[in-house]
């Protein structure tokens, strides 16, 4: 399968703790985006990556997140200091072209105790 | 602030019926994109929409853009119960993908027997 690829699926953590999610996109693609679900909601778009370059960050993306695409291939994002709010499907999607639709891997479902 | 609303919210339906999907959003935008979401899975693109008078059709499912009206629509002909899932649009205002996408809440799809 040579879709987007996402690590853990699924990640528990107690309060106050980092964690760190893997993105691995559709290989031939140069935009990396992630996204954050909650329950019953759209994804709502967090940050942006054309090849290594952070290019576009979203207010949600508050002082305890960091991205990085230090390659231009995968790309990681942490969150420092976790809070219960932070509790969240984090999708992650690539794509060829603006003008092509975004591919969504299947997710990292955090859970904060 | 882009804002991009869907109704209904939540549709129930019987195989055979056909019914629309209304998206409004708020600003000028001539890209939105419509997806499918079934329960703990992530999304699936199911059109692309890049010009006023767009229309494009896959099985079943029709979607047209109206950026004039700032509405775009997915119909539903003849409803099978595989059809039974989550909708969601999305605009794209950021020109070719760099401020992400803009979801709507989403429409809950349930088609029954």
């Known amino acids: 399968d040579t879709g987007v690829s996402q690590n853990p699926r699924h990640k528990i953590t107690k309060r106050g703790q980092n964690v760190t999610f893997r993105c691995d996109p559709i290989?031939?693609?140069?935009?990396l985006y992630w996204y954050r679900q909650t329950l019953g909601q759209g994804p709502e778009f967090l940050t942006y990556?054309?090849?290594?370059?952070?290019?576009?960050k979203s207010r949600l993306l508050s002082d305890r997140f960091s991205a990085e695409r230090p390659k231009g291939s995968f790309s990681t994002l942490e969150i420092q200091r976790t809070e219960q709010g932070d509790s969240a499907m984090y999708l992650c999607?690539?794509?060829?072209?603006?003008?092509?639709?975004?591919?969504f891997g299947d997710g990292t479902r955090l859970s904060i105790l | 602030e882009l804002k991009v609303e869907q109704n209904p919210l939540f549709l129930s339906m019987q195989e055979g019926k056909n019914y629309t999907i209304y998206c409004n959003y708020s600003?000028?935008?001539?890209?939105l994109y419509w997806y499918r979401q079934d329960p703990g899975k992530s999304l699936e693109s199911l059109f692309v929409?890049?010009?006023?008078?767009a229309v494009k059709q896959e099985g079943r499912l029709m979607a047209s853009l109206d950026t004039k009206a700032r509405l775009s629509t997915l119909h539903i002909t003849a409803a099978v119960h595989d059809l039974s899932a989550t909708y969601f649009c999305?605009?794209?205002?950021?020109?070719?993908?760099?401020?992400?996408?803009?979801f709507g809440k989403g429409t809950h799809l349930i088609i029954q027997p």
């Open positions: 990556f054309q090849n290594e370059a952070q290019l576009e």
């Open positions: 600003t000028t935008s001539d890209r």
């Open positions: 290989s031939e693609h140069n935009r």
């Open positions: 999305a605009v794209d205002i950021g020109g070719g993908g760099a401020d992400g996408l803009t």
């Open positions: 999607a690539s794509s060829l072209t603006g003008n092509q639709p975004q591919h």
């Open positions: 929409l890049l010009s006023n008078g």
